[in-house]
């Protein structure tokens, strides 16, 4: 049997620094202050539905997750997981005495029902590993174990099963519409669960009585504040008002660390391969020459330096994948289609000359290959300050050739609404930071995703590509893992549904006013990442006061 098994409590719940565990016992109390972007608050607590990012891992946590910085498995509402000998079935035991954050027990039903209601509707299956058939059946083997079975032979199931976060079954049951359930109360298992207040501008959510480590969290609370743009929060984090930043902000260490240079910090490690997504299922983006004639026409150191004040780095792969997973890049791809990604807008013309995009009516704008109007947008957040900077920036250089591209920048769920359902021309967007490449592809991929994530609304999809995707974890050898992300950076490329930007930078700015416990480039116990589950626990559960 392949067991892993529960690390040291200080670790393995934990992950954190060892400065923590070799002073005396933390300060307790104190809140935590962090800014979202959004117009307003509400009582909607539903980690699948969340439009925010701001409950799970807070609220809800999974049964485990990876730490990459620390590459080990943090286990969190589970102690262990198990493979059986044939890679075809795993079982994860949870901890003992698990609660909700109501008192109600937290067993193996509820992580049971939570893959049940996966199967039912589709925006539960996180991870799609039910849609996908990688999960075939989860089976109930105890009050504390959960088995499930795989399609066939897999040793990285974990990491997507790692990805759910089980919810109350006796909350959920309850619901008459869970595509939209807003669990208003707030009952969860994540370190805070009780609501203090929710106004429209403001929220703030306190200690869960029933959280399974006594000892934690060191904070009352974590109050988080509305703000319109990244604008907005760079003087709120200026003046001290916020704790920890999450957010784009120009010239850093000027506007931020100079105001306070012994307590505002920032470590921006990288993260995310940023993209420009294109709709291949609508004209223009349906012919693949104009999709390259948009890559090359795009100078992406430029938009790296005016548009992100050079934090990020451009991305020349045209694989699919940016710096946080270097070590995965394929060279042969680079050489065969390397010059997708460097700027040459006299190439880009010769390519909508040859596909036929000309300017038939003469009015100064090139028109599709049957004369009719070509014209489209671009969407990105409206509020996200440097990424519509670098789609006006895009717009730009398409005009230089004559394009008639436009800014659209829309509310978060205009932008969540029309990716996932593939109602866009082309889009700013990200790409899965995830344990390994793999989930990446099968995000951008795998037919499964289609509607459900924001990478895979693009139209490009395969059985072939599947089936990649499927039978690796079924690899023992690294050449053949290695191989099989070759050829989906070769397919990547080929295709271009989307052309890499650049490698963003992980945003993140914190306050050593008051709170002790931070990640940094000298203690870099997890990755500083704010929405991701499991990375935000570790650091809240890691805050203390001074």
């Given at each position: 049997?392949?067991?892993?098994?529960?690390?040291?409590?200080?670790?393995?719940?934990?992950?954190?620094?060892?400065?923590?565990?070799?002073?005396?016992?933390?300060?307790?109390?104190?809140?935590?202050?962090?800014?979202?972007?959004?117009?307003?608050?509400?009582?909607?607590?539903?980690?699948?539905?969340?439009?925010?990012?701001?409950?799970?891992?807070?609220?809800?946590?999974?049964?485990?997750?990876?730490?990459?910085?620390?590459?080990?498995?943090?286990?969190?509402?589970?102690?262990?997981?198990?493979?059986?000998?044939?890679?075809?079935?795993?079982?994860?035991?949870?901890?003992?005495?698990?609660?909700?954050?109501?008192?109600?027990?937290?067993?193996?039903?509820?992580?049971?029902?939570?893959?049940?209601?996966?199967?039912?509707?589709?925006?539960?299956?996180?991870?799609?590993?039910?849609?996908?058939?990688?999960?075939?059946q989860v089976t109930k083997v105890s009050?504390?174990?959960?088995?499930?079975?795989?399609?066939?032979?897999?040793?990285?199931?974990?990491?997507?099963?790692?990805?759910?976060?089980?919810?109350?079954?006796?909350?959920?049951?309850?619901?008459?519409?869970?595509?939209?359930?807003?669990?208003?109360?707030?009952?969860?298992?994540?370190?805070?669960?009780?609501?203090?207040?929710?106004?429209?501008?403001?929220?703030?959510?306190?200690?869960?009585?029933?959280?399974?480590?006594?000892?934690?969290?060191?904070?009352?609370?974590?109050?988080?504040?509305?703000?319109?743009?990244?604008?907005?929060?760079?003087?709120?984090?200026?003046?001290?008002?916020?704790?920890?930043?999450?957010?784009?902000?120009?010239?850093?260490?000027?506007?931020?660390?100079?105001?306070?240079?012994?307590?505002?910090?920032?470590?921006?490690?990288?993260?995310?391969?940023?993209?420009?997504?294109?709709?291949?299922?609508?004209?223009?983006?349906?012919?693949?020459?104009?999709?390259?004639?948009?890559?090359?026409?795009?100078?992406?150191?430029?938009?790296?330096?005016?548009?992100?004040?050079?934090?990020?780095?451009?991305?020349?792969?045209?694989?699919?994948?940016?710096?946080?997973?270097?070590?995965?890049?394929?060279?042969?791809?680079?050489?065969?289609?390397?010059?997708?990604?460097?700027?040459?807008?006299?190439?880009?013309?010769?390519?909508?000359?040859?596909?036929?995009?000309?300017?038939?009516?003469?009015?100064?704008?090139?028109?599709?290959?049957?004369?009719?109007?070509?014209?489209?947008?671009?969407?990105?957040?409206?509020?996200?300050?440097?990424?519509?900077?670098?789609?006006?920036?895009?717009?730009?250089?398409?005009?230089?050739?004559?394009?008639?591209?436009?800014?659209?920048?829309?509310?978060?769920?205009?932008?969540?609404?029309?990716?996932?359902?593939?109602?866009?021309?082309?889009?700013?967007?990200?790409?899965?930071?995830?344990t390994h490449p793999i989930q990446t592809?099968?995000?951008?991929?795998?037919?499964?995703?289609?509607?459900?994530?924001?990478?895979?609304?693009?139209?490009?999809?395969?059985?072939?590509?599947?089936?990649?995707?499927?039978?690796?974890?079924?690899?023992?050898?690294?050449?053949?893992?290695?191989?099989?992300?070759?050829?989906?950076?070769?397919?990547?490329?080929?295709?271009?549904?989307?052309?890499?930007?650049?490698?963003?930078?992980?945003?993140?700015?914190?306050?050593?006013?008051?709170?002790?416990?931070?990640?940094?480039?000298?203690?870099?116990?997890?990755?500083?990442?704010?929405?991701?589950?499991?990375?935000?626990?570790?650091?809240?559960?890691?805050?203390?006061?001074?």
């Amino acid at each position: 049997m392949k067991t892993f098994h529960m690390l040291a409590l200080a670790v393995a719940v934990a992950s954190a620094s060892a400065s923590v565990y070799a002073e005396k016992t933390p300060l307790k109390g104190g809140t935590l202050t962090v800014p979202v972007i959004t117009t307003a608050f509400t009582k909607s607590f539903n980690p699948y539905v969340d439009k925010l990012n701001i409950v799970g891992g807070m609220m809800f946590e999974p049964l485990a997750f990876t730490n990459v910085r620390q590459g080990e498995t943090s286990y969190r509402l589970a102690e262990s997981f198990e493979y059986d000998e044939d890679y075809k079935s795993i079982t994860y035991t949870l901890r003992e005495g698990l609660e909700w954050s109501d008192g109600e027990p937290l067993t193996a039903d509820d992580v049971v029902y939570t893959f049940e209601l996966a199967r039912e509707v589709a925006i539960y299956d996180i991870a799609g590993v039910i849609a996908s058939g990688l999960v075939t059946q989860v089976t109930k083997v105890s009050d504390r174990a959960v088995r499930f079975d795989l399609a066939q032979k897999d040793s990285t199931a974990h990491w997507d099963i790692n990805r759910y976060m089980p919810l109350p079954r006796h909350v959920w049951s309850e619901a008459e519409d869970l595509t939209t359930f807003g669990n208003p109360e707030g009952i969860g298992s994540g370190p805070v669960t009780e609501l203090s207040y929710v106004r429209a501008q403001q929220m703030e959510v306190c200690r869960n009585p029933h959280y399974f480590l006594e000892d934690r969290p060191y904070l009352d609370c974590v109050k988080y504040r509305a703000f319109s743009d990244n604008s907005q929060i760079q003087p709120a984090l200026m003046s001290g008002e916020l704790d920890w930043g999450s957010n784009f902000i120009a010239d850093v260490d000027k506007t931020y660390v100079e105001t306070n240079p012994d307590n505002h910090h920032y470590w921006y490690p990288p993260n995310d391969a940023i993209h420009l997504y294109f709709n291949t299922k609508r004209a223009p983006f349906d012919n693949v020459k104009f999709r390259q004639a948009v890559s090359v026409a795009l100078d992406r150191e430029s938009i790296v330096e005016f548009a992100a004040y050079g934090y990020p780095t451009p991305n020349f792969s045209p694989g699919g994948i940016g710096d946080y997973f270097s070590d995965y890049m394929s060279e042969s791809v680079m050489d065969d289609y390397g010059w997708l990604t460097q700027y040459d807008p006299d190439r880009a013309r010769e390519l909508l000359d040859e596909a036929g995009y000309v300017d038939a009516d003469g009015d100064g704008l090139r028109d599709l290959p049957d004369g009719s109007p070509l014209s489209f947008d671009i969407q990105v957040v409206n509020g996200w300050t440097d990424w519509v900077q670098a789609v006006m920036m895009i717009t730009e250089y398409l005009q230089e050739l004559d394009i008639d591209a436009s800014v659209n920048a829309v509310e978060w769920g205009v932008y969540d609404k029309s990716l996932k359902e593939g109602e866009y021309d082309a889009a700013i967007n990200w790409s899965l930071l995830s344990t390994h490449p793999i989930q990446t592809f099968k995000e951008y991929y795998h037919t499964s995703r289609a509607g459900q994530i924001w990478h895979a609304g693009h139209g490009v999809h395969s059985e072939e590509v599947d089936e990649l995707i499927e039978g690796f974890g079924a690899l023992t050898e690294e050449s053949a893992k290695q191989e099989t992300l070759d050829e989906l950076q070769r397919f990547t490329a080929e295709k271009l549904p989307f052309t890499p930007l650049f490698s963003n930078a992980t945003w993140f700015q914190y306050n050593t006013s008051r709170f002790k416990g931070w990640p940094s480039a000298e203690d870099p116990y997890v990755h500083p990442v704010f929405y991701t589950v499991g990375n935000n626990t570790l650091i809240f559960n890691n805050l203390h006061l001074k």
